[in-house]
């Protein structure tokens, strides 16, 4: 059974910086199509970044391209998220979702079945 452990959230003023990190028990980090999704009071889950199986290409939502990176470690067997120039609205919790082998859709939670246990990550504006 796959375990991911998410950290890296807290507390940061508006156009700071945070790494969240999810460490994947289980297989390599590469076997797994992994993502990152969050949720904000009030509103419904929200896509916003993957990497791909195998390969490492990535996909971002629109709303935080060109300030948020994905990243994986093989040899840490981690997924992170540099999270750069935060805005108040990317406050929430986020989550850590991983599927072993490939996706065809990446931006879809049902298509995952393991999840971290979330990290919340607050911006002051």
């Known amino acids: 059974q796959e375990q991911l452990v998410e950290s890296g959230g807290g507390l940061v003023q508006a156009g700071g910086s945070l790494r969240l990190s999810c460490a994947v028990s289980?297989?390599?980090?590469?076997?797994?199509?992994m993502a990152w999704f969050r949720q904000a009071p009030g509103r419904e889950g929200e896509f916003v970044s993957a990497?791909?199986?195998?390969?490492?290409?990535?996909d971002y939502a629109d709303s935080v391209k060109g300030r948020f990176t994905i990243f994986r470690d093989n040899a840490k067997n981690t997924v992170y998220l540099q999270m750069n120039s935060l805005k108040s609205e990317d406050t929430g919790a986020y989550y850590c979702?991983?599927?072993?082998?490939?996706?065809?859709?990446?931006?879809?939670?049902?298509?995952?079945?393991?999840w971290g246990q979330g990290t919340q990550v607050t911006v002051s504006s």
């Open positions: 979702a991983a599927r072993r082998g490939p996706l065809l859709v990446y931006n879809q939670q049902g298509n995952y079945p393991y």
């Open positions: 990497i791909k199986w195998r390969s490492g290409s990535t």
């Open positions: 289980g297989r390599t980090v590469s076997d797994y199509s």
